[in-house]
């Protein structure tokens, strides 16, 4: 930050000093234009050395990452080529970094797609995808399962209970769209609304 605070006063200076304008003595027009484009020519400058400084990381860390990784074997199998690999120590690490950064505040599991390239050696259209969806879930915690069947249970107990609450008969609604038949509502009535939405689900005793 220091080097480029500095590279940034450097520029500003030297564009001033080769562009500005002598009035008198003690007066002089400031080139403002000219050292504003020059200290952005040095933010160009470091965000480029950044950016090359930073994929050259990437590719060493990468290549590390490869050299450590060991092949068990190489089969194919229906056309599919399968690596069985032996994850090194530092990959179990990320994994770990990773599923600790995806679950963040979540208190029971994160759910992610993930879209991969198929490994085949059939040909397949161009952009053509697998879908995956990685789970990662606390200990001991709530399932996606069990979270599907406690939504289940809820919506169910919630739709008997509007079924009990929801008055019978058609709607009727006079000029001022108020409905007759179901204590002045106005359109849309919400018992002719809760009588279109349980029309598809027959009550427990029935099924």
Same mark, same amino acid.
Request: charged share 30%; glycine share 4%; proline share 5%.
């Given at each position: 930050?220091?080097?480029?605070?500095?590279?940034?006063?450097?520029?500003?200076?030297?564009?001033? /000093?080769?562009?500005?304008?002598?009035?008198?003595?003690?007066?002089?027009?400031?080139?403002?234009?000219?050292?504003?484009?020059?200290?952005?020519?040095?933010?160009?400058?470091?965000?480029?050395?950044?950016?090359?400084?930073?994929?050259?990381?990437?590719?060493?860390?990468?290549?590390?990452?490869?050299?450590?990784?060991?092949?068990?074997?190489?089969?194919?199998?229906?056309?599919?080529?399968?690596?069985?690999?032996?994850?090194?120590?530092?990959?179990?690490?990320?994994?770990?970094?990773?599923?600790?950064?995806?679950?963040?505040?979540?208190?029971?599991?994160?759910?992610?797609?993930?879209?991969?390239? /198929?490994?085949?050696?059939?040909? /397949?259209?161009?952009?053509?995808?697998?879908?995956?969806?990685?789970?990662?879930?606390?200990?001991?915690?709530?399932?996606?399962?069990?979270?599907?069947?406690?939504?289940?249970?809820?919506?169910?107990?919630?739709?008997?209970?509007?079924?009990?609450?929801?008055?019978?008969?058609?709607?009727?609604?006079?000029?001022?769209?108020?409905?007759?038949?179901?204590?002045?509502?106005?359109?849309?009535?919400?018992?002719?609304?809760?009588?279109?939405?349980?029309?598809?689900?027959?009550?427990?005793?029935?099924?």
């Amino acid at each position: 930050m220091t080097d480029y605070r500095q590279r940034c006063e450097d520029a500003a200076m030297t564009a001033w /000093s080769e562009q500005a304008t002598m009035l008198c003595e003690h007066s002089q027009i400031i080139p403002i234009g000219v050292v504003v484009d020059a200290v952005l020519a040095v933010r160009d400058e470091v965000l480029e050395e950044l950016r090359t400084a930073l994929e050259r990381r990437i590719d060493a860390d990468a290549e590390a990452l490869a050299d450590q990784t060991l092949m068990k074997g190489l089969t194919v199998k229906d056309g599919a080529v399968n690596l069985d690999l032996i994850p090194p120590r530092e990959i179990a690490a990320i994994w770990v970094h990773c599923a600790v950064g995806m679950l963040g505040d979540a208190p029971n599991y994160t759910e992610t797609e993930v879209k991969m390239p /198929s490994v085949s050696m059939e040909i /397949s259209p161009a952009g053509t995808y697998d879908r995956y969806a990685l789970i990662v879930q606390r200990v001991g915690r709530l399932t996606p399962h069990e979270a599907r069947q406690q939504a289940e249970a809820e919506r169910d107990e919630l739709r008997e209970l509007v079924r009990e609450l929801a008055y019978d008969g058609p709607c009727q609604y006079d000029h001022d769209d108020q409905c007759q038949a179901h204590a002045l509502h106005e359109r849309p009535c919400p018992h002719g609304r809760a009588q279109e939405l349980l029309a598809d689900f027959a009550p427990k005793e029935d099924q």
